[in-house]
């Protein structure tokens, strides 16, 4: 079992920046993928963005691709997600995951554990 929790989400501007933080506890020796998911009001959770153990597989939404980065040290058990670019479709609940599948990092049942979620609120 795996602990999560997201740190840096707040309110900015259209076209500002956040960093989200995501600090991994517990037994992660057996996860491969971390990602990032969002839910908007009124809308399902959407895949944002994947990285696998060693960062060479990388996956984004192609609503985010280009603005967002995601990254991550394995030694610091952390993930992040810089967020550029931001726009007030952005606004959601980002979540962070942890998958021990090393397949379909955007598919959402196969994450294991989840973080209690990060408020990103865009105005314009």
């Known amino acids: 079992q795996v602990q999560l929790v997201e740190s840096g989400g707040g309110l900015v501007q259209a076209g500002g920046s956040l960093r989200l933080s995501c600090a991994a506890s517990g037994r992660t020796f057996g996860d491969y993928f971390m990602g990032w998911f969002r839910q908007a009001p009124g809308k399902e959770r959407e895949f944002v963005a994947a990285?696998?153990?060693?960062?060479?597989?990388?996956s984004y939404a192609d609503s985010v691709k280009g603005r967002f980065t995601i990254s991550r040290d394995n030694a610091r058990n952390t993930v992040w997600l810089q967020m550029n670019s931001l726009k007030p479709e952005d606004t959601a609940v980002y979540f962070c995951?942890?998958?021990?599948?090393?397949?379909?990092?955007?598919?959402?049942?196969?994450?294991?554990?989840w973080g209690q979620g990060a408020q990103v609120t865009v105005s314009s």
């Open positions: 995951a942890s998958s021990r599948s090393t397949v379909r990092p955007q598919d959402p049942k196969r994450y294991d554990s």
């Open positions: 990285i696998s153990w060693s960062g060479t597989t990388i």
